[in-house]
């Protein structure tokens, strides 16, 4: 079972970004779909991104257009991209692994999960 370790996360002002980093262990992650998730304080974990073994990527509404998720195979490393954060964006990101390799969006798709990395917007 490949390992997920999740880095980036941080305290920005509103209107700022970060790069969230997903370094994958164990295994190579280039057959998986990778997703990134988010929970807010008191919220259901919901679904932000998420990219297929071929690079295929879709979007949460909320973040199409500032979002953006890519992955390095040879780093074993996914990323998420978050540019135009606002408050609503403060969340716990987690990073997951489909070992199907496809665009899933579910929670129950993804059989690999990482400890989560805190990502707040200050207003």
């Known amino acids: 079972q490949v390992q997920l370790v999740e880095s980036g996360g941080g305290l920005v002002q509103a209107g700022g970004s970060l790069r969230l980093s997903c370094a994958a262990s164990g295994r190579s992650i280039s057959s998986y779909g990778m997703g990134w998730f988010r929970q807010a304080l008191g919220k259901e974990r919901e679904f932000v991104a998420a990219v297929s073994w071929s690079g295929d990527s879709t979007y949460y509404t909320a973040v199409k257009g500032r979002f953006t998720i890519s992955r390095d195979n040879a780093k074993n490393t996914v990323y998420l991209q978050m540019n135009s954060l606002n408050p609503g964006d403060t969340a716990v990101y987690y990073c997951?692994?489909?070992?199907?390799?496809?665009?899933?969006?579910?929670?129950?798709?993804?059989?690999?999960w990482g400890q989560g990395t805190q990502v707040t917007v200050s207003s």
């Open positions: 997951a692994a489909d070992y199907r390799g496809i665009l899933a969006v579910r929670e129950a798709d993804f059989a690999s």
